[in-house]
């Protein structure tokens, strides 16, 4: 089992600029999470989806779009980077909510 | 809306000592609480997941205690070794949903 696997690993962007963020997970797990980590900020919950074919806003939802395309797979859109979405992005999955959540490695995203 | 803190925010300590980090939670009306370990640049890994009808949990060197009406949990790390520095961290789900909170965590040094 590769466990949550996310792409790319890095990424740097210019101010405007949209791209996709992919992550897939091989538990057949329920339910998966985006998360950004900031310094200082601890891991803020951006969006998750409890099934497929949900998704809800988490904390910090403004700035981007996800899509629950199938059980495996979970993305997270910025449509229009800004600075401040500079940031450690994770992807995380478990068999439901309150249970152990299983971490992919993250995406380092700098917007320029 | 619930707050998770982990004091200190770093700590080192000699290598073999015995050690205890720390996370405290506003609202004691939690699923279960979860500690979590991250190595510099690296995803997080679940250590413990100790359910709210539980006082302690323990994986080899590691023991987590839990006590909700305090609104506490402490992971206790025996014999420290250099292995063991990284970041820390505490995370409980909001009751009745899908969300963790993650507190800021604790960054362990073990010094050979």
């Known amino acids: 089992n590769a466990g949550v696997t996310q792409t790319p690993k890095f990424q740097v962007l210019k101010t405007g600029q949209s791209m996709t963020l992919q992550c897939a997970q091989d538990?057949?797990?329920?339910?998966m999470y985006w998360y950004r980590q900031d310094p200082g900020m601890g891991l803020r919950l951006i969006y998750y989806?409890?099934?497929?074919?949900?998704?809800d806003k988490g904390e910090v939802p403004n700035g981007y779009n996800v899509s629950r395309l199938n059980k495996r797979e979970f993305s997270l859109r910025l449509e229009s980077a800004a600075p401040s979405q500079t940031s450690v992005y994770f992807c995380?999955?478990?068999?439901?909510?309150?249970?152990?959540?299983?971490f992919g490695p993250g995406t380092r995203l700098t917007v320029l | 809306k619930q707050e998770v803190t982990q004091i200190p925010a770093a700590l080192s300590v000699p290598e073999g000592e015995n050690l205890v980090l720390n996370c405290s939670f506003t609202?004691?009306?939690?699923?279960?609480l979860q500690w979590f370990r991250q190595d510099p640049g690296k995803g997080l890994t679940s250590l413990l997941l100790?359910?709210?009808?539980?006082r302690e949990q323990t994986s080899g060197r590691l023991n987590a205690s839990l006590d909700k009406s305090s609104g506490r949990s402490t992971l206790y790390i025996a014999a420290s070794q250099p292995g063991d520095s990284a970041t820390y961290l505490c995370?409980?789900?909001?009751?009745?949903?899908?969300?963790?909170?993650f507190g800021t965590g604790t960054r362990l040094t073990i010094i050979p």
């Open positions: 995380a999955s478990s068999s439901r909510g309150p249970d152990t959540q299983y």
């Open positions: 538990m057949n797990h329920n339910s």
């Open positions: 989806s409890a099934s497929e074919g949900t998704t």
């Open positions: 609202d004691s009306a939690i699923y279960n």
């Open positions: 100790i359910q709210s009808s539980q």
């Open positions: 995370a409980v789900p909001n009751f009745g949903n899908e969300k963790l909170t």
